[in-house]
């Protein structure tokens, strides 16, 4: 049984954070707790999301004796509108994610760079879409998938094509309430019309269409990201890593990629090893390359080479304070701009690479598929060349790191759940969740929650993420995890299969028989999708409907719009998300009840927020409990 020393603490975490700040103060750097300060306390209006500037006769915000902007909107149609606005941002970044690989998967050749990894997957797919595949060659199938593919985004008329995936009664709830998505951009743009000024006034209608916006980035755009980067790059298997900023290396050049297109970071980690590279390298007298990702791209390259992962949102910052940072690579989303004034301050190369996030002070190098390997391994001889201008007094690497069992997709977990209670109903086919279903009824497994969602300053960083999952392994919960939050997981020690022994004696049992970690990394946040089909497969094999499932999700940090978009989609699933930090809708105590309790009577589920960890998992626990006692088990 590992000591409580195996495991890292969030105290630990932070002390290392205050030594990296006192490096960074003494190289002249300023991190987003500095920024913090100067943005404390938060503008009243925007956290009540009661103020509007919707159209230049305002700005408009409510107050005891402006109880409605210069049009007549009240409190509840600006929160409503504000809310509404945040969900299709939020399916904008993924679906314009997903729509990116698309077009990477129409330009596919077998000679590369980018080809079809996972051909199981696209015939799949291919045979869903009616896409003719006998005697067809792999390339040709790709490139029809694709069109259809990035149909979705624009079709006139439709609905998306994912969402057949859905149990039957999730789509009949949909269509009766007139929810079911339509082309991605079309609930996009819908939002944004809704929400001009001189639109809905109505905070309902405006809840219903974050509904259906959040659904065709669910069922839609996250969830055609997730296939297309399964199909491109292949779909992840699990590798043994490590975590947190101990992974960086004093002696071997450090080439960080962030963001969360895996289309960048694969050819980056390619480029890493190839064998020209490797030797110019050498050629320097440097023992080698270290490449090691954040954030959601670091998920995404843990799961398919088994990439050590420097850490999540939050710790940014906090990579390039190490002063061994030699490259940082991003790509789109979660990038702060305030890293190209921080890499002035040490000797990192800051390279932006995608036209969607341009960054005044870094060096951009656009990507295009085509050269993306010749581009590729110039940035990488570019940071070799860079470790030569380390500033010695100002490098610091903290030591703590942790191993970390990831890469659960769907498939995966399917396969080891499958023999859980030794049921093995559909053993030979994926899709047998008996043997978690037993697991469950027996009572040896209380429930699951998927942990998501980012960290967050407003509140003690990771924390929340911490405890919670922790008080839920103790309670026999299952977790599955994405994002940041899977990271702190794995930064923690507890996406190690040694955190057994913290859970409670039934999830203890499943961990052993199973050999698997008590959470499960599903992946990037674009990867909430995997966690919609493994609900609802759940579901299909129990014969009960989703919002009944003892399943619920938790974002206790959340802090971007994608978030957002991702609640709204959980919830139209039918499943109830736990919030540790309030949307922004408190000025309207309609839409507060909308999305508490008004989403219920839509759908069947809601938001439940509270902003204290160990009172939100108590809720949590009181929750899975009362869907078991519903149920009978
Ligand atoms: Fe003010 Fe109405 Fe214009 Fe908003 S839309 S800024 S509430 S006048
Ligand atoms: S990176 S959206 S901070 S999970 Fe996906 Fe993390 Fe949240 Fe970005």
């Known amino acids: 049984m590992p000591k409580a020393t195996h495991f890292t603490t969030i105290e630990q975490l932070e002390a290392d954070n205050t ?22 306390p938060h503008c009243k209006f925007g956290e009540d999301g009661i103020c509007c500037r919707n159209c230049s006769m305002g700005p408009c915000r409510i107050t005891p004796k402006g109880q409605r902007g210069i049009c007549g909107a009240d409190a509840h149609a600006i929160a409503g509108r504000n809310y509404l606005r945040a969900i299709a941002s939020g399916t904008s970044s993924h679906s314009d994610h997903a729509r990116e690989l698309l077009h990477i998967l129409r330009g596919t050749k077998p000679e ?15 045979t869903e879409w009616g896409v003719a595949t006998e005697g067809r060659g792999i390339y040709d199938i790709a490139h029809e998938v694709a069109e259809l593919g990035l149909q979705e985004f624009g079709k006139a008329d439709g609905f998306q ?22 082309a991605i951009d079309r609930e996009v743009v819908t939002a944004m019309h809704m929400t001009h000024m001189g639109n809905t006034a109505d905070a309902e209608y405006l809840v219903r269409q974050g509904l259906r916006t959040g659904l065709s980035n669910g069922w839609g755009g996250s969830m055609l990201g997730t296939l297309v980067t399964d199909i491109m790059f292949g779909t992840p298997s699990v590798w043994t890593t490590e975590a947190n900023l101990g992974v960086l290396e004093k002696d071997m050049v450090n080439v960080v990629v962030h963001g969360h297109d895996p289309a960048f970071s694969e050819i980056l980690v390619d480029a890493c090893e190839d064998k020209s590279v490797v030797e110019y390298c050498r050629s320097k007298g440097i023992k080698g390359i270290n490449v090691v990702g ?20 939050l710790q940014q910052e906090n990579v390039i304070l190490t002063g061994v940072c030699d490259m940082m690579c991003v790509d789109i989303q979660c ?5 190209a004034t921080l890499a002035d301050c040490f000797h990192t190369k800051f390279v932006t690479s995608s036209p969607i996030a341009r960054i005044p002070g870094a060096i951009h190098v656009e990507f295009h598929p085509d050269t993306a390997f010749e581009q590729a391994k110039e940035l990488v001889r570019s940071a070799i060349d860079n470790y030569a201008n380390r500033i010695e007094d100002k490098i610091f690497i903290p030591e703590a790191k942790q191993k970390a069992t990831v890469g659960y997709p769907t498939e995966q977990i399917i396969r080891h759940l499958d023999n859980v209670s030794n049921s093995h109903v559909a053993s030979e086919t994926l899709g047998g969740y008996r043997g978690v279903i ?17 960290n967050n300053p407003r509140v003690r960083p990771d924390y929340s993420h911490h405890e919670i999952m922790r008080e839920l392994l103790k309670n026999d919960i299952l977790v599955v995890a994405s994002g940041c939050s899977a990271q702190v997981a794995a930064k923690a020690g507890l996406a190690n299969k040694d955190a057994k022994y913290i859970c409670g004696s039934g999830l203890r049992r499943v961990c052993e028989l199973l050999d698997i970690p008590p959470i499960l990394h599903m992946g990037a946040c674009v990867d909430i999708s995997r966690m919609l089909l493994l609900a609802a497969g759940i579901s299909e ?7 009944q499932i003892p399943v619920v999700g938790c974002a206790p940090e959340w802090m971007s719009e994608k978030a957002v978009s991702i609640a709204n989609y959980v919830v139209s699933s039918g ?15 309609q839409m507060m009840e909308l999305i508490t309790e008004g989403t219920k009577k839509i759908v069947g589920a809601g938001f439940v927020i509270n902003t204290d960890p160990h009172e939100l998992v108590k809720s949590i626990i009181d929750g899975i409990e009362a869907k078991r006692a519903f149920l009978g088990i």
């Open 575 to 589: 499943l109830d998300v736990y919030l540790g930090i309030e949307p922004q809708v408190k000025g309207s105590s």
């Open 541 to 547: 094999d129990w014969g009960i409907p989703m919002t």
């Open 19 to 40: 030594k990296l700040h006192e490096n960074g103060c003494s190289a002249c750097a300023e991190t987003y707790e500095d920024r913090l300060k100067t943005q404390t």
């Open 161 to 182: 094509r994912l969402v057949s995936r859905a149990p039957q009664e999730r789509q009949d709830v949909w269509a009766k309430e007139g929810i079911m998505p339509r």
């Open 112 to 126: 590369g760079p980018y080809t079809v990894k996972d051909e199981v997957k696209l015939i799949e797919l291919a």
């Open 294 to 313: 954040l954030c959601c791209t670091a998920n995404e390259i843990a799961m398919r080479h088994g990439t050590r992962m420097a850490g999540n949102f």
């Open 438 to 454: 037993d697991a469950v009824k027996s009572g040896v497994l209380r429930g699951a929650v998927a942990m998501v969602g980012c």
């Open 335 to 339: 990038i702060f701009p305030a890293l």
